[in-house]
């Protein structure tokens, strides 16, 4: 990728993700003192949403597949939609300008989806093809699009509006749309197992977060917002100043 | 005369010798140890939580400096809280801090912990320590620590989970509950979390 392509994207991205937030968002937004979150108004009502939600459906069902499923079988299904993600963390990689991920990602792709039988086991990390764990959020960090406002949607979860705008491209490029285009059923089972499947891993975190958390939003905006961090810089993020 | 010199020897070269424990052997000792015991107590796998804190209080703590994590937490505000107030809030933090992640050792299973190589100048007094906790059936998660030297031993004063810092993560929720009723009320918010903490541990156990 050129320079100058990379800085228009950047730029197109940077004005334009935050005014579709923006429009989104007129009604809900609040003058507050957090910089990363000026929307916290319109957030912290969604959290709501979002956690009554949680706690009537989602978490009830997780807890069952969570008891009811075997552990083999958990981490095969693990596998499959981790195994399905490859193809987003190679495209990324190479984004980033990473060939060398990119290429072991691909490896890890072709590993897992013959030998691991369609990915239900992960061998590619047995046989030491480390994961990496990129997607279009983190390329347009990578690309300049580095602070953005955060956003939570009832859900899907903690974003801001560039991983938003990045979660959007991830879904519309997933490799599985082109077969799940034709059947609504099988796109909606998919989808359904891989919301239990996230949320019964998280099962155990939620008993640290309720009881370490002073405010629970606040606890959980501010972890999202340093993993990514974390996840932009791969694992090596700067020092902040105390 | 002689004996006693001879004890003065050797009491300088046994303190010497636990102040070189390198960080990193330091941080895999403290963690095998810790999770020998858990392997082998089915009192604290069953989440004996009053167990578990005590194991945490004698192996653990003397390995963390929570003032510098208190200071840490609450960023440029600490300077301006009293002696006494950072005192408070130090144990407040701690007590905190001690309840909740002591919580998260009692559902310890075969989990394997990677310890990344490790590499530090001798002049070095701040560094990271990197590990890994790898368990079947799920991707394994970075856990790294930051230590400094402190009067010639290692302290630990930071724990990142997955690259989120439990200590900084506060930041925010500190500074929130300072601008709404001062240091004081810091201190108070968190001293009523730890009181409901408390009581809910308790009717638990009935």
Redesign the interface.
Known sequence: MTRPFRSLFSGIARRALPLVGACLLTTAAQAN??PHDPYEGFNRAMFTVHEGLDKVIVKPVAQVYDAAVP??A??GV?NFF?NILDVRNALNSLLQGKPGDAASDVGRLLVNSTIGIFGLFDVASELGLE?HEEDFGQTMAVWGYRDSAYLFWPLIGPRTVRDTGGWLVDINTDPTRGTTRKSVAVRNSLLAVRLVDVRA?LL?AD??VE?????KY??V???YL??R???IYD?R?PR?D? | MKKLFALFLALFVSATVVAEEAPDVLVQRVTEEVLDIVRKDKDIQNGHTQKVMELVDKKVLPNFNFTRMTALALGKEWRKASPQQQQQLTAEFRTLLVRTYSNALTSYKNQKIIYKPFKMAPADVDVLVRTEVQQPGSKPVQLDYSLEKVDGSWKVYDVVVAGISLVTNYRDQFNQEVRNGGIDGLIAAIAAKNKSLESAAKAEKK
């Open positions: 003192d957090n552990l083999p958990k981490a693990g981790d994961r891993s155990p008993k640290v009881e370490a958390a002073l405010d606040a606890y905006r501010d972890a340093q993993r961090r974390n996840q694992g993020p902040l105390d």
